[in-house]
């Protein structure tokens, strides 16, 4: 039901990706005696921001509340699902570009190291070139890009910093922010189904009890019956009648 | 050993064993899951933990259960949740016919790290995967559509469960083989092979 | 004296009587560095690891096939061999020998030096 954590868990740049497809309130407490957000978003917007009672009036105050809460090492946040009509505000920025647009003179690397990929994890472009990135970012995404996209196996933070001569962990660090940003996304090494390939099972509505109704197999993925799969699986569903 | 399975006189005639594997983070529920499957008694490989996570023991190498489905061995291993053991993550992933990660929903602190097993694994090992999303039964929890949008999955391939109860384990298996067969009869995956001893690509890459 | 002082001395001591040794490390049996000193650059975190999951393993495998608490195990390769010594409940012992080298003097000293090491934890 919930979406909460604290920014030293999930980073302020992942929980704006994660509410790239949802519309809300996003409450942030920084700490006891530091200020306190309520960030309203629609459609990967952000619509209106209020901070300590009183709300953010443009667009550039707003961004530079942004740059705190990004580089923020922790605080307290929780997600409150409304209707996007109910958010009507004062702004209307994409919240993902302003992030990429950021460039921080604070130790990135040191704020989001726990949270980097493995350095051998592949990962592959998702994106063509994009245009909007801080200028350091968008240089090392010139440069890699042609690894991401033309290689099926993809491309991991260590092979990217033998190539490119740099840093495994800037390597990491600019994977990391290429990620948050949907550019790339790692590889899955098996291959997937086909794409008319129906959900097997519906997802769960999210007040449902624990786990029961996770497995009622959909009519479209009927499978042989002669397979070992589709005899597993009977034996298992047998084992819960 | 299980009554309706016998290794040794099935070897070379009965079926080959499939093997599963459980892994995640610390804490996540992966012991509770082989247990609450197995049908033998559970080979575990505790050991005492030195540092606070919370529990007292810890698994070092794997946790090893098993259950016959129609005849059909399956061999369920666990894998230890410290980064520091990812070496066995690729060992037990060998030849394996799919993978569940387990993270607990009321820890958003271990996302990361769950997202970075999952993802060392999948990148470089061709292995049919679910996320199950444990400890459902507390009030305060990640719901599984938002556990999904933070792995960047589609929401049919992240469960919630309750390791604890057999048959929430159950569902998740029942969820993880539907998954499997959905890629064999995509034919891009060559099922009978799946078993153990046959390693599939991806290991020993810089 | 601290304990980690009190380990790397025992762990100085066994490199001091056996100099052919490649390496010597204790780890906490699950997998933790305590004390080490490995002549090749190796990763200390990862070796206890391992030296960990082997031992953990041996330790079942002993069980099942009733030989007792299990006292030592090893892995042996064409370069080198290496022994892992249960140091009591808490800790593991692990060292590095090239090929050839004498066993049974590695064994009497390492086994000495792992009731230290138990006794230290």
């Not at chain 2, 259960?65 to 410290?82: A, E, K, W």
């Amino acid at each position: 039901m919930s979406l909460f954590g604290n920014l030293s868990d999930l980073p302020f740049v992942e929980v704006v990706a994660l509410l790239s497809r949802k519309s809300g309130a996003l409450e942030i407490s920084l700490g006891p005696f530091r200020s306190h957000y309520q960030l309203y978003v629609a459609d990967g917007s952000l619509r209106g921001m209020v901070r300590d009672h009183s709300p953010v009036e443009d667009a550039l105050q707003a961004r530079e509340e942004i740059v705190k809460l990004f580089v923020a090492q922790s605080g307290s946040f929780e997600f409150t699902k409304l209707s996007p009509e109910s958010l009507v505000g004062n702004l209307d920025l994409p919240l993902q570009r302003i992030l990429l647009s950021i460039s921080t003179m604070h130790d990135e690397i040191g704020a989001f190291r726990e949270h980097f990929a493995d350095p051998r994890t592949q990962f592959r472009a998702t994106q063509a070139l994009e245009e909007s990135l801080d200028p350091t970012l968008s240089d090392f995404w010139q440069r890699s890009h042609k690894y991401f996209s033309d290689l099926p196996s993809g491309i991991s933070a260590q092979q990217l910093s033998s190539l490119l001569r740099i840093s495994l962990e800037q390597a990491q660090l600019y994977l990391y922010k290429l990620r948050a940003a949907g550019l790339v996304a790692p590889i899955r090494a098996v291959e997937q189904p086909p794409k008319n390939h129906q959900p097997l099972a519906p997802s769960i509505p999210a007040s449902a009890p624990v786990a029961v109704g996770v497995a009622q197999p959909s009519p479209k993925s009927k499978p042989r019956s002669d397979g070992l799969i589709p005899r597993l699986l009977q034996a298992l569903k047998g084992k819960i009648l | 050993m299980n009554p309706l399975y016998d290794p040794i006189a099935s070897f070379g005639t009965g079926p080959k064993p499939l093997k599963l594997v459980v892994a995640g983070p610390v804490g996540a529920g992966k012991t509770s899951f082989v247990r609450s499957l197995s049908e033998t008694e559970v080979v575990g490989t505790d050991e005492l933990a030195t540092e606070d996570i919370g529990k007292t023991f810890t698994t070092v190498a794997m946790d090893f259960g098993t259950l016959v489905l129609d005849g059909q061995p399956i061999f369920l291993f666990g894998t230890p949740g410290q980064d520091r053991f990812d070496f066995m993550w690729e060992v037990l992933c060998e030849g394996a016919l799919g993978l569940v990660l387990l993270v607990a929903g009321d820890k958003p602190s271990e996302f990361s790290q769950a997202r970075r097993i999952l993802e060392f694994i999948t990148s470089r090992i061709s292995v049919p995967f679910i996320v199950g999303v444990t400890r459902q039964d507390l009030p305060k929890v990640w719901s599984s559509e938002d556990v999904a949008e933070y792995f960047g999955l589609p929401t049919a391939q992240v469960v919630s469960l309750n390791a604890t109860r057999s048959t929430s384990s159950i569902f998740t298996l029942i969820h993880l083989l539907e998954l499997v067969g959905a890629y064999q009869l995509s034919e891009s995956f060559v099922s009978s092979d799946a078993g153990l001893a046959e390693p599939q690509n991806g290991f020993g890459q810089q | 004296m601290s304990k980690q002082e009190t380990l790397y001395q025992a762990i100085n001591q066994l490199r001091a009587s056996i100099p052919e040794l490649r390496g010597a490390i204790v780890a906490s049996s699950d997998g933790l560095a305590i004390a080490h000193s490995l002549s090749n650059g190796e990763d200390p975190n990862r070796v206890a690891a391992m030296a960990a999951t082997a031992l953990g393993l041996g330790k079942r495998i002993s069980e099942s096939l009733n030989a007792g608490s299990l006292t030592e195990t090893s892995v042996s390769g064409t370069n080198a061999q290496i022994y892992l010594y249960a140091a009591g409940q808490k800790g593991v012992l692990a060292i590095v020998a090239p090929a050839g080298a004498n066993i049974g003097l590695i064994h009497m000293e390492a086994r000495e030096t792992a009731k230290a090491v138990a006794s230290i934890l």
